[in-house]
Nanobody, 123 residues
Framework: QVQLEESGGGLVQAGGSLRLSCAAS??????MGWFRQAPGKEREFVAA????????YYADSVKGRSTISRDNVENMVYLEMNSLKPEDTAIYYC??????????????????WGQGTQVTVSS
């Protein structure tokens, strides 16, 4: 079992930045991902980091303006987002899955989820 709690969301103007945090009860041997869900839309992949932190990958929609990182000592995962756009508005969720050494971009590949944190980007 892994408990996850997101924080750091809020209201920001377009072009601004946010750093989302995810506090985990444990991180070792877990791949971590960030997903988001906008009203009326399906939950979509944003970014993920491997258990060791050595491999990161991103959705095309955020690539180049987002950075995912993890601190396995503090059991924290972060998503830094820059140049935010109104279309980034969504609830952002942190997710965990036991490391299998492969990329995972589908929500159903992750076993544990946080409650989410709201990000609203105003134009």
């Amino acid at each position: 079992q892994v408990q996850l709690e997101e924080s750091g969301g809020g209201l920001v103007q377009a072009g601004g930045s946010l750093r989302l945090s995810c506090a985990a009860s444990r991180l070792t041997f877990y791949d971590m991902g960030w997903f988001r869900q906008a009203p009326g839309k399906e939950r979509e992949f944003v970014a993920a980091v491997s258990g060791s932190g050595g491999i990161t990958y991103y959705a095309d929609s955020v690539k180049g303006r987002s950075t995912i990182s993890r601190d396995n000592v503090e059991n924290m995962v972060y998503l830094e987002m820059n140049s935010l756009k109104p279309e980034d508005t969504a609830i952002y969720y942190c997710a965990a899955a036991p490391s299998l050494g492969r990329r995972r971009v589908r929500a159903d590949e992750y076993a544990y989820w946080g409650q989410g944190t709201q990000v609203t980007v105003s134009s």
